[in-house]
C-alpha cells in the first residue's frame, strides 16, 4: 500500500516538533527578556526617563519659587514696604496667599512619612523661623505699616530680615542634606537595579533551563510511550484499516506498553485470529460439503431401506398366510388325531369283547380293516400336513435371515427388526423341529396301521386263533391309542406354536410399520440435514470472502 502523503506539520517528526516549540519558547523568553531590560534601562535612575522627570522638576524649580522657602515672602514684604498705599492692598493680599501656600506644604510634610532627619528640618529648623517671620508680618509690620508708624515698621522689619536670615540658614543646610541624601538614594537605586537585572537574568535564565528541561523530559516520556514517531503509528493503523496486516512494526528492545508495542500487538493477533477464521472456514467449507454428500448417501439409503420394510412387510404378509393355512391344518389334524383316539379306545373295547363276540368276529374284524385303512390314509393327511408346516417353517427361516441381512445393512435404525427377524427365525426352527417330530410319530403311526392291517388280514384268515388274535389285536390298539394320545399332544403343540408364531408375526408386522414411518421420517431428516449443510456451506463461502481481503503476509 502506498504511503499517504503528508502535509502541514504531519511533515516532521513528533522530536522536530518539540525542537520547533522548544525553539520558540526560548526565542520568546530572549525576546521577552531583551525587551524588559530595554524598558528598565529607560526608566532607571539616571536613565533617560528619570533624567526627563528631573529635568521637568528642576524646570518648574527654576521657574517657581517653592512654598516652603519664604523668599518669595520676603521679596514682596520688601515690595510692599516701598510701594505706594495704592498698591499695598494687592501685595498684602499676595503675602496672605504665599502663607496659605506654607501652611499647606507643611501640612503635607508633616502627615508624609520621609527620612526622619531630613522631615524634622523641613517641619521644625525651617518652620520656626518662618513662623516668627510670618508672626512678626502680621501683628508687627502690616499694623504699623497700615498706621504709618515707621519706628514700629523698620522695627518689625529688621526682625523679620533675622527670621528670614534664620530661615534661609536651615534652608541651605536642609538643601545639602538633601542632595546627600538623593545621592545616596541614587546609588541604592541603581545598586537595586542592576541586582534587580541579575536577578530578572537568573530567573529568566531559570525558567527557560526549566522549560527546556520539561519539554525535553515531555518529549522522552511521549516518545517512549508512543514507542517510536507518531507517524510509523498513524501509518500501520492506515494499514490495518486498509486490511493489510504485514506492515512492519518496529518497537525497542523490551518495549512492550507503548502505545507501537500495543499496535504491533494487536496487529499480530489479529493475524492470528484472522488466520484461524480463515483455516476454520475452509474446514467448515469442507466438512459442510462432507456433510451434504453424507446426507445425501443417507438419504439414497434410508429410500433402499424403505423399499427393503416393503418387501419385509409383503414377505410378512405371505407368511400370515402360510400359517393360517397351517393353523387350519393343524385342526383338522387335531380333529382326526383326536377321531383316532376314539377309535382306538373303541377298538379296544372291541378287543376286549371278541371273546364273548366270537360269532361277529368275521364282521368286527372287517370293520376294523376298513377303520385301521382309514387311519392310515388320515396319518398321510397329518404327515402331509406336517411337511407343509415343515416348508412353511423353512420358508419363514429363509425370511427372517434375509431380514436379518437388511437390518444388518440398515445399520442402527434396523437394530429392532434384527432382533424380531431373529425371533421370526427361532419360531421357524421350533416349528421345524415340531414337524419333525410330528413326522416321526406319523411315521410311527403309519408303520402301526400297516402292521394293524396285515394283523386284521390274518385274522380274517385265521379265525381259529381268534382269542390269540383278539389279545394281539387288544394289544396293537392299546399302543394305537397310545399313539394317538402322542399325535393329540404333538398336534396340540404344533397348534399352540402357530398361535405363538401369530402373535409374533403380529408383533413383526406392527415393528415393520414402525420402521416404516421411521424411515420416511429419518428421510425427512436426511434432507433437513442436507438444506442446512447447504446453507452452512454457503455461510463458510461468506465467511471466506470475508477474511479474504486482509493481506497477511
Do not use: C
Not at 422 to 451: F, P, S, W
Amino acid at each position: 500500500m502506498a504511503t499517504p502523503q503528508r502535509s502541514g506539520l504531519g511533515r516532521f517528526s513528533l522530536k522536530t516538533l518539540f525542537v520547533i516549540m522548544s525553539s520558540m519558547v526560548m526565542l520568546g523568553y530572549l525576546a521577552f527578556g531583551l525587551w524588559t531590560w530595554k524598558v528598565m534601562a529607560q526608566v532607571q535612575v539616571n536613565g533617560p526617563e528619570y533624567h526627563r522627570v528631573v529635568l521637568g522638576k528642576d524646570l518648574i524649580a527654576d521657574i517657581l519659587p517653592p512654598p516652603k522657602y519664604i523668599i518669595e515672602t520676603y521679596l514682596v514684604t520688601l515690595q510692599l514696604d516701598r510701594a505706594q498705599p495704592a498698591e499695598r492692598a494687592a501685595l498684602i493680599e499676595r503675602t496672605k496667599v504665599l502663607k496659605k501656600e506654607y501652611d499647606d506644604r507643611q501640612a503635607f510634610w508633616t502627615t508624609t512619612e520621609f527620612e526622619p532627619d531630613l522631615k524634622n528640618a523641613m517641619i521644625k529648623t525651617t518652620h520656626e523661623p518662618a513662623m516668627r517671620y510670618y508672626s512678626i508680618l502680621f501683628e508687627r509690620y502690616l499694623p504699623a505699616l497700615q498706621a504709618g508708624d515707621d519706628v514700629a515698621r523698620t522695627a518689625a522689619l529688621a526682625d523679620m530680615h533675622t527670621a528670614y536670615q534664620q530661615h534661609r540658614s536651615a534652608v541651605d543646610s536642609l538643601v545639602a542634606d538633601t542632595n546627600k541624601f538623593n545621592a545616596r538614594v541614587e546609588v541604592e537605586a541603581a545598586q537595586s537595579i542592576v541586582e534587580g537585572r541579575i536577578g530578572m537574568l537568573t530567573i529568566w535564565l531559570l525558567a527557560l533551563l526549566s522549560v527546556i528541561g520539561f519539554s525535553v523530559l515531555l518529549a522522552r516520556y511521549l516518545l517512549r510511550v508512543l514507542g517510536g514517531d507518531p507517524q510509523v503509528a498513524m501509518q500501520v493503523v492506515q494499514a490495518i484499516a486498509h486490511n493489510d496486516l504485514h506492515q512492519p512494526v518496529t518497537v525497542q528492545a523490551g518495549d512492550r506498553h507503548s502505545l507501537l508495542a500495543a499496535i504491533g500487538s494487536m496487529q499480530s493477533h489479529l493475524k492470528t485470529v484472522i488466520s484461524e477464521v480463515s483455516t476454520a472456514a475452509q474446514e467448515l467449507s469442507a466438512s459442510s460439503q462432507h456433510l451434504n454428500a453424507t446426507s445425501q448417501q443417507v438419504s439414497l439409503s434410508s429410500t433402499e431401506q424403505s423399499e427393503a420394510v416393503m418387501s419385509v412387510a409383503a414377505a410378512m404378509e405371505e407368511v400370515a398366510i402360510g400359517i393360517a393355512h397351517i393353523s387350519d391344518n393343524a385342526e383338522g389334524a387335531h380333529r382326526l388325531a383326536s377321531e383316532s383316539h376314539d377309535r382306538s379306545v373303541t377298538g379296544i373295547q372291541l378287543a376286549e369283547s371278541a371273546s364273548r363276540q366270537m360269532a361277529e368276529l368275521q364282521g368286527t374284524v372287517q370293520a376294523s380293516s376298513e377303520k385301521i385303512s382309514a387311519l392310515q390314509t388320515n396319518s398321510e393327511l397329518i404327515r402331509n400336513a406336517a411337511e407343509t408346516i415343515r416348508s412353511i417353517a423353512d420358508q419363514t427361516n429363509l425370511l427372517a435371515l434375509n431380514a436379518a441381512i437388511e437390518a444388518a445393512r440398515a445399520g442402527e435404525a434396523g437394530r429392532g427388526f434384527a432382533v424380531v427377524a431373529d425371533e421370526v427365525r427361532k419360531l421357524a426352527e421350533n416349528t421345524a423341529r415340531a414337524t419333525g417330530e410330528i413326522d416321526q410319530v406319523i411315521q410311527a403311526i403309519h408303520l402301526d396301521m400297516g402292521h394293524a392291517v396285515v394283523t386284521m388280514d390274518d385274522g380274517v384268515n385265521r379265525v381259529t386263533d381268534g382269542v390269540s388274535v383278539t389279545r394281539e389285536l387288544g394289544s396293537s390298539m392299546h399302543e394305537l391309542a397310545s399313539g394317538a394320545d402322542g399325535v393329540v399332544s404333538t398336534v396340540s403343540e404344533i397348534t399352540m406354536s402357530l398361535r405363538q408364531q401369530t402373535a409374533a408375526h403380529e408383533q413383526v408386522a406392527a415393528n415393520v410399520e414402525t420402521i416404516a414411518r421411521m424411515s420416511e421420517a429419518n428421510s425427512g431428516e436426511v434432507k433437513r440435514i442436507a438444506s442446512a449443510a447447504e446453507t452452512l456451506a454457503q455461510l463458510a463461502q461468506r465467511l471466506q470472502s470475508a477474511v479474504s481481503v486482509f493481506r497477511l503476509s
